[in-house]
């Protein structure tokens, strides 16, 4: 009898000590965040999109080219090179881009999480909002802007 329960206490602890090390895995984490929620027409807003995962991952990008639409009237102006840092003694790897966007329509725009394929499995980030608004301009007294002709 004392030797059986020695054997379950054993198999109890080895259980134990064991199975938190097959069932961590490591975190992927996508992060999205723009430098300005409002801009006037025509003005930049950069957004960065980084991703956070084990060293050696397979990782898909969204990507886009200048010209390219985000939404309806968000233009994409430039793409940044993707930087790549190491850290953890190089176990994780910290992935950033970021975009440069503008629109020339002012409304307050909604921006759709972006997707990220890591190792086969797609995350999505935050959703993002966009003001793009207008300077009231004062037609009646040109002079304010141009001065007065004489």
């Known amino acids: 009898m004392k030797y059986r329960y020695l054997h379950i206490k054993m198999l109890c602890v080895l259980v134990t000590i064991l199975m938190p090390l097959s069932i961590t895995k490591a975190q992927v984490v996508v992060d999205v965040r723009m430098d300005t929620l409002s801009i ?12 956070t995962c084990d060293a ?18 968000v233009e994409v102006l430039g793409v940044q090179k993707l930087d790549t840092q190491y850290v953890n003694d190089r176990k994780r790897m910290l992935l950033s881009h970021a975009y440069s966007v503008t629109s020339f329509d002012s409304s307050l725009y909604y921006l759709p999480p972006f997707q990220v394929e890591v190792d086969g499995k797609v995350y999505a980030s935050k959703s993002l909002a966009l003001r793009v608004f207008t300077l009231p301009i004062d037609t009646l007294n040109t002079n304010i802007y141009f001065g007065t002709k004489g």
């Open 56 to 73: 050696g991952a397979q990782v898909t990008m969204p990507m886009f080219q200048q010209g390219d639409m985000l939404v309806k009237n």
């Open 40 to 51: 006037l027409i025509g003005e930049p807003a950069k957004i960065s999109l980084d991703v």
